[in-house]
């Protein structure tokens, strides 16, 4: 039975029958894959508590078949501060949906497990506008994956993109003008700031857009945007999508530096 160390990430943990708990995880040297770590529930355990959603280990694993199987971990770092916030916690949960449904079993990819770490650990500080960070990070393993969003010109005519009002054609990959918007069956809208702003998330380090912050309006249509260029580079969908824009939705109404919760509270009280 071959037997290797690597350091990774949960992605997914569900608990199997009393005692067992399943995890996949992205790995940094084999890609994604999928664990059983046994009797991790039983009170002697030492290491159940750590196989978590977002917790970065050291890992010893036993190969086999279908499933390997844990049998050391010892945390690098926990990323508790992304499970203990709410906001967080949401947006976070949506980074490791997107690394998960990237990957086929056993792929590797590279630069996807770094760019889950850095960002996980910026996630885990101060946070300008989470949106961006998530929006960067979407566009980002997008072109890790080999799709990076063309946004300078556009994809049918070569026309470079400057302060005119553009459309987003993810099978396409990239942006349209208006004079050859006609030719692609769809395409989303998209503002020159968005397109502008979509162009330095993806150009410049991650930490750069924890420190970003923009009209919600704009927010909005980049996010929506973003999400809507990596559904189509995945061909699946994003269950985070519809959470995360909700989210954004609610927080928009509440106003800035209002809470959803704040606003909760004030409707419950008329
Ligand atoms: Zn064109």
Known sequence: ???????????????LGEADRIVSMITAGRGLRRAVAKGVKRTSSRFGARLEPFTHLRVVLHEGRNLDTVTQAEIVRSHAAVREDFEKFLFGEAMLELIEKSLQENQT????????EVTLGILEGEVREPALLLSAFLLKTCALVGYRPRLEDCILCGREMGAERCFLDPGGGGV?????????????????????????????KMAGAARREEENRLVNEVIRASFLFAESVLERRLKSRSV?????????????????HATTNTRELD
Do not use: W
Request: some cysteine; overall charge negative; charged content about 25%.
């Open 1 to 15: 039975m071959v037997v290797y160390k690597d350091e990774a990430i949960i992605l997914h943990a569900h608990d």
């Open 109 to 116: 990819i590279p630069r996807l497990f770094e760019i889950l």
């Open 176 to 204: 349209v003008c208006s004079a050859c918007k006609g030719q692609v069956p769809t395409g989303m809208p998209l503002n020159p700031e968005a397109l502008r702003l979509m162009r330095s998330l993806l150009g410049e």
């Open 244 to 260: 995360v824009l909700g989210h954004l939705e609610r927080k928009g109404e509440a106003g800035p530096g209002e809470s959803p």
